[in-house]
């Protein structure tokens, strides 16, 4: 397994390089957060040691039981939490991760900034836009994002890195791609998470400085939804 995976990690490395060059980026504009959601700690271990130090996971509870423990051999890993966040997980997001890609709501803002009195700890935040304007997706609605993008950065300052998005799965990303990084742009922002397994080089193409990518590193995931 650790193989394989050390294997996929850095045909993923070279996808992305080849990516920046053709669009005449520098690879080192690209992040990999390499999505270990579902997978066990071992498979973590084996990214760990084939030189992946950013990890992504959708929930904070599998999160809190993964990193610690790993944390303590690789003080230099960074988690992100890139899941929809409930504002009774605030607390422990602010505990576990470096970076929360999903602050997506004005409720969650309130969550946060108790959570960091109280923890002394804030991640750093990038804030999730729905650029398809999805019922069932988080995220701030596209038309409501700026007035959302402002107040945050009035709230949270440098904090505010950056913004997300996952686009519909039944549509062209490369529209919505280049909406994001258009709006982080106007505002300043210097982080554009988007990009997984499947499109991340037409992410790049359109902006992207942050490509999270799982199943094409890990294998596929057992008993998901997602
Ligand atoms: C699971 C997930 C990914 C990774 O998806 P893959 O298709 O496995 O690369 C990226 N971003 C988010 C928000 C996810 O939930």
Redesign the pocket.
Known sequence: MSDQIAENLSAIRSRIIQACETSGRPATDVGL?A?S?FHPQDAVEAALKAGQRVF?E?RVQEAASKFPALRETWPDLRLHI??GLQTNKAVDACRIADVI??LDRPALSDALEKAAEKTGRLPELLIQVNTGNEPQKSGIPRDEADAFIKASMLRFGAKVRGL?C?PPEDEDPAPHFHFLTQLAQRHGLPVVSMG???D?ETAIAEGATLV??????FGS?PMTG?
């Not at 999270?212 to 590193?217: D, E, K, Q, Y």
């Open positions: 957060v999505v959601k992504g959708n890139i899941g890609e999903t997300m996952i997984m397994s499947a991340f999270r990518v799982g199943s094409a590193i995931r997602s």
